[in-house]
Nanobody, 117 residues
Framework: QVQLVESGGGLVQAGGSLRLSCAASGSIFSINAMGWYRQAPGKQRELVAV???????NYADSVKGRFTISRDDAKNTVYLQMNTLKPEDTAVYYC???????????WGKGTLVTVSS
């Protein structure tokens, strides 16, 4: 079992910044991927960014150049630095973890990010 706890969501004005954190605990396998998805009301959940244990990253086109994903393996924590936020970034952001040995996936409960115009 893996537990994921997100923090850092909140209210920010357009153009501002937030940093999300997700701490993983439990049965953490060293070969894995962690990342962030988001879902706005009435819309499909979408990938925001992922990072593998080897440091490879992928970003949604809509956030490239504005968001940066990173990880601290000593703390089993993944971060999402979000800069130049736009109202369309408003969503619940979900932390995600995948064990690459058995392909088990886990979700956090989500943290709300609201960007005002």
């Amino acid at each position: 079992q893996v537990q994921l706890v997100e923090s850092g969501g909140g209210l920010v004005q357009a153009g501002g910044s937030l940093r999300l954190s997700c701490a993983a605990s439990g049965s953490i396998f060293s070969i894995n991927a962690m990342g962030w998805y988001r879902q706005a009301p009435g819309k499909q959940r979408e990938l925001v960014a992922v990072i593998t244990s080897g440091g490879n990253t992928n970003y949604a086109d809509s956030v490239k150049g504005r968001f940066t994903i990173s990880r601290d393996d000593a703390k089993n924590t993944v971060y999402l630095q979000m800069n130049t936020l736009k109202p369309e970034d408003t969503a619940v952001y979900y932390c995600w973890y995948r064990n690459y040995r058995n392909n088990m996936g886990y979700w956090g409960k989500g943290t709300l990010v609201t960007v005002s115009s």
